[in-house]
């Protein structure tokens, strides 16, 4: 199991749980954030480092968020995220004043 960066980081993209993964496994899309399920190690790290709860256990995405699980495959394809980053803080960004 891994864990999924799901809707809620579209175009907000805060990057303070890259900063506490400590397997790379983080990739950049240019809205968004994923996580690569075969890099990732399932440590959790990451989950409460969200200032937008865009991230779940794969086994618990909400039902609305399922297609996320499949989105997050497709990581390896966009570059490795290995440090912090200022937010993109886009206009559909669900909470643009978050930390």
Not at 20 to 31: M, T, W
Not at 61 to 68: A, K, L, M, R, S
Not at 72 to 93: F, V, Y
């Amino acid at each position: 199991m891994a864990f999924i960066v799901t809707g809620a980081c579209v175009d907000c993209v805060y990057t303070s749980c890259v900063d506490v993964c400590p397997v790379e496994a983080f990739h950049e899309a240019p809205d968004r954030l994923l996580i690569n399920p075969d890099t990732c190690i399932d440590c959790d790290a990451c989950v409460p480092e969200c200032p937008v709860e865009a991230i779940y256990p794969e086994d618990n995405v909400p039902d609305d968020q399922q297609e996320w699980i499949d989105l997050n495959k497709d990581a390896e394809n966009h570059p490795t995220l290995a440090a912090s980053k200022d937010p993109l803080k886009g206009p559909k960004c669900g909470n643009p004043n978050a930390a």
